[in-house]
């Protein structure tokens, strides 16, 4: 019997972190644990395995922190280094010239391409802030439908002239919107 996702996500960002800077991507993991759903592995990486990330899942695991865009880093607790010589040279770690894309067990490019992109919007001290989970982008606004409507446009801008297959998304994308904000004490 196999090891629980967030254990198998784990021990993979650990390998793919030791081989490079101590940091990893979700996309990296993905390509990694090609047996998994790449959904699944995507969600426990940026939401059950994150510190500092809104609470949406019952079970919780403080594995991995948010170092920059699409980056992580594993949480000195859960980290581990690679004991034997073949894991440090195991090469997961995806070449960067190539694009990303979602791989179906048996290395099959996969035919289902994310239909959304996901963006978390937080009210700052003098605006509203828009970042996007899946491509680096992040915008503000005084209101949050001017952050909505910024977001829109700079998405826009910079998905045009992309090739959206390469980067594992469908012809039209939706964004979906997460706001996050703390309950009144």
Request: hydrophobic residues 35%.
């Amino acid at each position: 019997m196999n090891p629980p996702v967030h254990e198998q996500v784990l021990e993979a960002a650990n390998r793919i972190a030791a081989q490079g800077d101590g940091t990893f991507t979700p996309y990296e993991v993905v390509r990694a644990l090609p047996h998994l759903n790449e959904y699944t592995v995507r969600t426990d990486i940026v939401s059950r395995c994150c510190v500092g990330v809104p609470k949406h899942h019952a079970k919780v695991w403080p594995y991995f922190r948010r170092v920059g865009r699409g980056r992580y880093r594993v949480e000195a607790k859960y980290r581990r280094e690679p004991t034997l010589k073949k894991e440090r040279n195991e090469g997961i770690n995806p070449p960067q010239s190539q694009p990303y894309r979602p791989e179906a067990p048996g290395g099959r490019v996969s035919a289902h391409k994310r239909d959304t992109i996901h963006a978390i919007i937080q009210k700052g001290e003098t605006a509203y802030v828009a970042e996007c989970l899946e491509v680096a982008v992040v915008t503000q606004g005084r209101t949050l439908d001017e952050v909505v409507e910024n977001l829109q446009q700079a998405l826009a801008l910079h998905l045009e002239d992309e090739d959206l297959a390469a980067l594992g998304l469908a012809d039209h994308p939706r964004v979906q919107l997460i706001y996050d904000t703390a309950l009144a004490s």
